[in-house]
């Protein structure tokens, strides 16, 4: 495993800017399960995910655990990542205003191939966008994104909203999922906690990290409320690292 640097204030600084999404990589990658199965996917020699691999992490390539959410591309799987958006190909006949455009040739793409077809990962408008395509359209084929009615509907036609907006060069500043400073701040102490945890370091020895040593010391510790807030912390990584991260792609941020 990695050595997070827990005490240092500098190694989270990157999260300032993480999404929900980013969030749950960053909890995962802290799993050693994870990084037992990244290396045995990785012995394989084939980027194509394992449909074991797929269906336990939710990836549908393996994402290095040694990298942050900054630092890879990572592509969720469409049953892991509720705003992953499905394009087919529409016959001309049935579109009025067709749009058409080349995955390959758009600026910040990233496309690869696994065995259920294209999966693109978009950077525009300030945001990133997910795509999964059954067949690579060619440059004149006319695009259309399905939508299913059903529990991630609201979710998944937002993202569609995103998606237009930036193929268009608009704006759409009040519904942009932006987590708030606060929401960072609080997924930034759940995974410095856990790093504490995994190193070894005690309650009271995290609570100071955390929280500094002058509020720990201000009474006993055994009754102190900084030990509850931190248990509960280390607690909620643990849950995330263990599989509670999912719930962050689908936008659920938890009580903590």
Same mark, same amino acid.
């Given at each position: 495993m990695l050595d997070f640097r827990f005490g240092s204030d500098e190694a989270y600084a990157r999260l300032k800017l993480a999404e929900l999404h980013d969030f749950a990589w960053e909890t995962l990658r802290r799993n050693r399960d994870y990084w037992t199965d990244f290396r045995s996917q990785r012995a394989r020699r084939s980027p194509v995910m394992s449909g074991q691999f797929r269906q336990r992490w939710g990836f549908l390539f393996a994402a290095d655990p040694q990298k942050s959410f900054d630092r890879q591309t990572i592509f969720w799987a469409p049953e892991a990542l509720p705003t992953v958006l499905t394009v087919g190909i529409a016959s001309p006949k049935s579109v009025l205003r067709p749009y058409h455009f080349d995955l390959r040739k758009l600026a910040g793409a990233d496309l690869r191939q696994a065995a259920d077809g294209w999966h693109a990962v978009l950077r525009l408008g300030g945001m990133t966008h997910r795509l999964w395509l059954r067949e690579l359209p060619t440059k004149r084929s006319s695009l259309m994104l399905e939508l299913p009615l059903g529990a991630d509907f609201d979710m998944q036609?937002?993202?569609a909203d995103w998606l237009w907006s930036a193929l268009n060069k608009q704006t759409l500043v009040r519904s942009r999922p932006t987590l708030s400073q606060q929401s960072r701040q609080r997924f930034t102490l759940v995974? #410095?906690?856990?790093?504490?945890h995994l190193e070894g370091n005690n309650y009271r020895a995290i609570a100071q990290v955390l929280f500094g040593t002058a509020r720990v010391a201000e009474r006993n510790?055994?009754?102190?409320?900084?030990? #509850?807030?931190?248990?509960?912390?280390?607690?909620?990584?643990?849950?995330?690292? #263990?599989?509670?991260? #999912?719930?962050?792609?689908r936008g659920k941020r938890g009580p903590w």
């Amino acid at each position: 495993m990695l050595d997070f640097r827990f005490g240092s204030d500098e190694a989270y600084a990157r999260l300032k800017l993480a999404e929900l999404h980013d969030f749950a990589w960053e909890t995962l990658r802290r799993n050693r399960d994870y990084w037992t199965d990244f290396r045995s996917q990785r012995a394989r020699r084939s980027p194509v995910m394992s449909g074991q691999f797929r269906q336990r992490w939710g990836f549908l390539f393996a994402a290095d655990p040694q990298k942050s959410f900054d630092r890879q591309t990572i592509f969720w799987a469409p049953e892991a990542l509720p705003t992953v958006l499905t394009v087919g190909i529409a016959s001309p006949k049935s579109v009025l205003r067709p749009y058409h455009f080349d995955l390959r040739k758009l600026a910040g793409a990233d496309l690869r191939q696994a065995a259920d077809g294209w999966h693109a990962v978009l950077r525009l408008g300030g945001m990133t966008h997910r795509l999964w395509l059954r067949e690579l359209p060619t440059k004149r084929s006319s695009l259309m994104l399905e939508l299913p009615l059903g529990a991630d509907f609201d979710m998944q036609s937002r993202a569609a909203d995103w998606l237009w907006s930036a193929l268009n060069k608009q704006t759409l500043v009040r519904s942009r999922p932006t987590l708030s400073q606060q929401s960072r701040q609080r997924f930034t102490l759940v995974i #410095r906690a856990l790093d504490g945890h995994l190193e070894g370091n005690n309650y009271r020895a995290i609570a100071q990290v955390l929280f500094g040593t002058a509020r720990v010391a201000e009474r006993n510790w055994k009754t102190h409320d900084l030990r #509850r807030r931190t248990i509960r912390l280390v607690q909620a990584g643990l849950s995330l690292m #263990r599989g509670g991260y #999912r719930t962050l792609l689908r936008g659920k941020r938890g009580p903590w």
